[in-house]
């Protein structure tokens, strides 16, 4: 029975190492990608996806540089406003979750706040949902 024990262990110890490094590589090949991008359209996915894989002390840098990014391009970026948007509803959201994260509410639902305002006008339902969502944690 010890002798299971000791196979599981290391079985589950290789799974979640050879995830971690999936990870990495994905995170790397994402940092590359941006480095290389020459569009905003292209920088805003890439960061979007950025501020997903990275870890709890990244991901908010590249949100925060989503957010920056994607507000400016709403503005003058006529023919992918919408798109622009979106990430700026999405960045905003996740602004929001490190407020309530932080304790500080009233920001929280500021950046919620925002996030619902755009998605709503986009007629976005499945970034309503989420909006509502975290709203209501609050």
């Not at 501020?51 to 391009?73: F, G, M, R, V």
Request: overall charge neutral; glycine content about 4%.
């Amino acid at each position: 029975m010890l002798m299971k024990k000791q196979i599981l262990l290391s079985f589950t110890f290789l799974l979640v190492m050879g995830q971690a490094l999936a990870q990495d590589n994905t995170i790397d090949s994402l940092k590359l990608a941006l480095k290389k991008a020459k569009h905003d359209t292209s920088r805003c996915h890439i960061l979007y996806e950025l501020s997903i894989a990275a870890s709890d002390d990244e991901w908010p840098q590249y949100n925060q540089q989503l957010l920056t990014l994607a507000e400016k391009n709403a503005v003058t970026n006529s023919s992918f406003k919408n798109n622009y948007l979106r990430y700026v509803a999405e960045a905003s959201n996740n602004v929001g979750f490190l407020a309530q994260m932080r304790g500080d509410m009233p920001d929280a639902l500021k950046y919620f706040n925002k996030s619902l305002r755009i998605f709503e006008g986009l007629y976005d339902k499945e970034g309503l949902a989420p909006t509502y969502n975290n709203i209501g944690s609050v």
